[in-house]
């Protein structure tokens, strides 16, 4: 229970279903300052308070637990992702570490029989196997974000708002008088309650890579204050005026070399995966298959051939797809079934080796 509306939703929902809950309040160890407390963010002091007095109303025990340390191994990998010329994802590495892996943990030692959040996404089990479906709402589908979570995690889930809009979890809290009815969502990354992740390598006195704006033939266009302020993509905020909008094309901290390119530049045929997992279904460890693949939150899948090679992966692009970043996770869908996914770990884009993307370490 994060002190959010869809959690206190998902916790009612079962609660009147008959289910004995327990609710759990994730503590990550970063403070926020009563000046921030208003701002869309999760794991507050007062995100605290709201999620036990919302179980308090449903009448079921409450605990918050303390994953400071778990926390900071995240916060680390942030940082190094970034240090490394990456973009993180680090809501999936949560999901996957935390609140699953580590809170079935906890369901365990409280005799639990699994966990449920507020995620929306559709779990089933058909023939012995989890199938998992994006949720009813696209707008609020959370099911990407899944797709690093192991199969035997998922299916001790239960996701009880997979099937409703959000416009109705909203309406059902205020019907029932859950105090979290219209508390905004959470959007900021939970232990970056400024939403300024740079702020992160100041406070921790991380030296960042400093460096030169080139174009893709290597002229310099400018000068900035560290590779990891870019990601992939990126049009503005670079501070170099054009007559033709430029993107961040590549990352090179090795060099501090920023590279700034067209639109076109920015697209990838293919891209490499490392640490593939598969959700319900059975997949050769050599073979290819025919996909859908999403490549960030919020992008509209598209069709692609994976060549599957044990762990790891190449996906073809049919047509070449644009802002690919390494760092962030490829999930696969078949129609609305999400069946797996990897890391990405570097791109092959249609232009110069300036353009060539960075791999990423084994995580």
């Keep these: ?67 400071k340390e778990e926390f900071g191994a995240i916060i680390r990998h942030f940082l190094a992702e970034y240090a490394a010329g990456r973009t993180p994802n680090p809501c999936a590495i949560c999901n996957r570490d935390l609140k699953f892996r580590r809170l079935l943990q906890f369901a365990d030692e409280l005799g639990c029989a699994g966990v449920a959040t507020g995620h929306y996404a559709q779990i089933a089990i058909e023939d012995g196997r989890v199938v998992l479906r994006r949720g009813v709402d696209r707008d609020k589908d959370q099911s990407y974000q899944l797709f690093p979570v192991a199969e035997r995690d998922l299916a001790r889930a239960r996701l009880p708002l997979g099937s409703m809009k959000k416009s109705a979890v909203r309406a059902l809290a205020s019907s029932v008088g859950l105090r979290t009815a219209r508390k905004a969502d959470s959007q900021e990354i939970c232990f970056v309650p400024s939403n300024d992740y740079r702020k992160l390598f100041a406070e921790r006195g991380i030296a960042t890579h400093q460096g030169k704006l080139v174009d893709s033939s290597g002229r310099i266009l400018g000068e900035h204050a560290g590779t990891e302020h870019f990601t992939i993509g990126q049009r503005r905020g670079h501070g170099v005026a054009s007559s033709a909008p430029l993107y961040v094309v590549a990352l090179h901290p090795e060099s501090g070399t ?87 770990r570097n791109t092959e884009l249609s232009t110069s080796p300036w353009h060539s993307a960075p791999a990423a370490h084994s995580r």
Excluded at 279 to 301: A, F, K, N, T
Aim: aromatic residues 6%; charged residues 15%.
């Design 1 to 67: 229970m994060s002190g959010g509306v869809d959690s206190s939703v998902a916790a009612h929902l079962l609660h009147v279903a008959g289910h004995p809950l327990v609710g759990l309040f994730m503590r990550n160890g970063v403070h926020v300052e009563a000046s921030q407390s208003h701002k869309k963010s999760c794991c507050s002091v007062s995100d605290a308070r709201d999620a036990r007095m919302v179980a308090g109303g449903l009448g079921i025990p409450f605990q918050a637990v303390d994953l």
């Design 258 to 344: 920023v590279v700034l390119g067209s639109l076109e530049e920015c697209c990838a045929r293919s891209m490499e995966l490392g640490e593939l997992n598969w959700i319900g279904v059975d997949v050769p460890s050599q073979g290819e298959l025919r996909v859908e693949v999403q490549v960030r939150y919020h992008h509209v899948p598209v069709p692609a051939s994976v060549q599957v090679r044990g762990a790891e992966a190449t996906v073809v692009f049919d047509t070449p797809e644009l802002a690919v970043t390494p760092g962030q996770g490829a999930a696969f869908y078949v129609g609305e079934r999400l069946i797996g996914g990897g890391w990405i």
